[in-house]
């Protein structure tokens, strides 16, 4: 069980941004996270990654309590927030480098070349992060997220902005990881869910609606796209 | 880049009061002392200071790249110090090329060297010191706000009034008994600046920029954005 998620609930204020969810996953598994804008999903992400801590309830990352143990857990996780905020003034390497020295690895040069070629980074690998294309920023924060080799992805819509031809890429990417990380992506584009998902958690207003394999899923509802069911699964309540 | 032209500033203008502004000029005071120099550096540090730290916490709030550092394995501690000790760096730089001020006038001293080496030393620790006591402040001003101008006024504001607020207090009729004027920079500075470095001195301003460090610490801990 790398991510252990149990009756995680978060309120701001009054408002119930997610309510007693719980999920696992497990390694070598994509999670798809799937929901309407504001169904909680990002709110699920950061708390698993430390940023913000829970309501009430528990959540583990490789064995470690997010809120206890939450330097563990952020060595153990990579994670590219939805925004991608990046330090605009700053060399893609230089930034790359910066966050190589954070998490002390032993050979960074070594690890950045690979990330670089990884993400396909190479050909703006001399730019600064503010002349990128949002396209290639979106990598950065893809190879800022995976440079310390984590066990655990949360990757916020890692696809948006990304044209067609590095759709492709970065999937296959994310797939290729995916054999041997746990990884879990939020995204609104359903074909991405068909190329690389193995596992679907749908929520809706803070609630989980449906948590299953995507061939379970797609098997409960007979003949129904992914989209389809989605909608279904989503819309009654709004 | 805020940096360099911060500092610039910095010298420039300290440059015009010390040699230029017949006022405040050394050369018209007659006197071989860097005495301008210690009471013109505070009143510089009290714009310039917010102006370099405004920007640190803000503005990470404000692009979101906090989130990077936090979601990092950085407790919020590592964050706060290492803003604080880039910030007083930058305060380092700005003060250790008036050291040469003190060339100057060691040599235009008559006789050579007529100068008070004791109370100058004491002058530049405190002056360092008070520089210390603002960049806390002007930390914890950037921790309230995710906008830098209100974190530049608040920072302004907060260290005027921590430097001179407490002793214009102290003078009103009604307070004179109560030693406000020990709360407040102004006087540890001056205690300082007479070359005698007192403990008490010493620990008041190290509280005083823990004080400010841990709200900080405190109100980055709290996540309301």
């Given at each position: ?155 916020d ?54 948590s ?14 992914m ?12 | ?36 120099l ?18 640190s916490?803000?503005?990470e ?53 007529n ?40 920072a ?39 070359g ?30």
């Open positions: 069980m790398s991510i252990q998620v149990t009756d995680l609930t978060k309120l701001y204020g009054k408002q119930k941004a997610i309510d007693a969810i719980s999920f696992s996953t497990q390694p070598g598994k994509v999670t798809g996270f799937l929901g309407p804008n504001g169904a909680g999903k990002s709110t699920t992400m950061k708390i698993l990654t430390g940023f913000i801590p829970q309501t009430s309830g528990t959540a583990t990352v490789c064995g470690f309590d997010v809120v206890t143990q939450s330097q563990e857990v952020k060595r153990s996780v990579g994670y590219l927030p939805e925004t991608n905020p990046q330090y605009l003034e700053m060399y893609v390497k230089e930034s790359l480098a910066f966050i190589a020295e954070i998490h002390k690895l032993h050979n960074p040069a070594k690890r950045i070349a690979e990330v670089i070629e990884q993400t396909g980074l190479g050909p703006e690998q001399h730019k600064k992060i503010g002349q990128l294309s949002k396209g290639y920023r979106q990598r950065v924060g893809l190879a800022q997220a995976i440079i310390h080799d984590p066990q655990v992805l949360i990757l819509e890692p696809t948006s902005g990304l044209d067609p031809n590095q759709l492709v890429g970065i999937r296959q990417l994310i797939r290729e990881l995916g054999q041997t990380k746990t990884i879990i992506l939020s995204t609104h584009i359903m074909q991405e869910v068909d190329a690389v998902c193995d596992d679907v958690i749908i929520i809706n207003q803070g609630k989980i609606v449906a299953d394999t995507l061939q379970g899923i797609k098997d409960g509802h007979k003949g129904k796209t989209e389809q069911i989605f909608i279904s699964l989503t819309s009654s309540s709004v | 880049m805020v940096a360099y032209i911060t500092i610039g500033a910095f010298l420039l203008v300290l440059g015009l009061f010390l040699w230029v502004f017949p006022e405040s000029s050394i050369l018209e005071y007659g006197y071989s002392g860097l005495d301008s210690f009471s013109t550096a505070p009143y510089l540090f009290m714009f310039l200071i917010p102006a370099v730290t405004m920007r916490l803000a503005e709030r404000k692009e979101g790249t906090f989130e990077l550092l936090a979601t990092r394995p950085l407790t919020d501690w590592q964050i706060i110090i290492g803003k604080y000790l880039a910030c007083l760096l930058i305060v380092l730089f700005a003060l250790l090329p008036t050291l040469i001020y003190y060339y100057t006038v060691y040599t235009l001293g008559n006789p050579v060297g100068i008070d080496t004791g109370a100058v030393i004491g002058s530049y620790i405190g002056l360092f010191l008070l520089g210390g006591a603002f960049v806390a402040i002007g930390i914890f001003a950037s921790s309230i706000t995710n906008n830098q101008i209100i974190a530049f006024t608040i302004v504001f907060l260290c005027f009034f921590a430097f001179s607020g407490f002793d214009s207090l102290s003078q009103m009729l009604s307070l004179q008994s109560y030693g406000l004027e020990n709360f407040g920079i102004n006087e540890h500075y001056q205690s300082i600046s007479r005698v470095l007192d403990t008490r001195d010493l620990l008041y301003f190290l509280s005083f920029i823990a004080v400010f460090v841990a709200t900080t610490k405190t109100i980055l801990g709290g996540r309301k954005w």
